[in-house]
């Protein structure tokens, strides 16, 4: 069975550095069977994606790359925690979508990491999901992710 890194390298992706908190928190946190991820923007080398609101500055397509990107900083979180292959399954996901006014595709700009994460972890990736509009979002970020995700046979606190 494939990993979750090799999955991500059959689509040409790979699981990026940990991106630094931008204020007070760590980026993930372990509690017994459960890893917990902070909201993760989408930066990559060290950049945002995109800046602005779905549906006024950024487009659907940029900003469903960005929720892709955003899940993959959250996979670099859990695995500060956990090595990935002992990921039992993504148990939850919320996307919050900085939104203009009108728009109202959350969810579809949400399958970016939906669909990155049933990719990376298979039928273990399929999870319960929010995709919530919001005015601003940090930096002003269009996406943030953020996961919950099971640990096999992790009921153990991480020592």
């Known amino acids: 069975m494939a990993t979750p890194e090799e999955r991500l390298a059959e689509l040409g992706l790979s699981v990026p550095e940990l991106v630094p908190p931008v204020a007070a928190y760590v980026p993930a ?3 017994r069977s459960y890893v917990y991820t902070s909201g ?25 790359e960005c929720a892709r990107q955003a899940a993959l900083n959250a996979i670099a979180a859990v695995r500060t925690q956990v090595p990935l292959s002992k990921v039992a399954g993504v148990v939850k996901v919320v996307v919050f979508v900085a939104s203009a006014p009108d728009f109202t595709g959350q969810p579809g700009v949400a399958n970016g990491a939906s669909e990155l994460l049933g990719s990376a972890f298979g039928e273990a990736g399929q ?24 640990v ?4 153990e606190l991480r020592k």
Do not use: I, Y
């Open 29 to 31: 946190r372990r509690s």
């Open 127 to 150: 999870h319960a999901r929010s995709a919530v509009g919001v005015s601003v979002l940090p930096l002003d970020a269009p996406v943030e992710v953020e996961l919950v995700v099971e």
């Open 152 to 155: 096999a046979g992790g009921s």
């Open 40 to 64: 993760q923007l989408p930066m990559r080398d060290g950049a945002m994606v995109a800046t602005g609101k779905v549906g006024a500055d950024v487009n659907v397509e940029v900003a469903t």
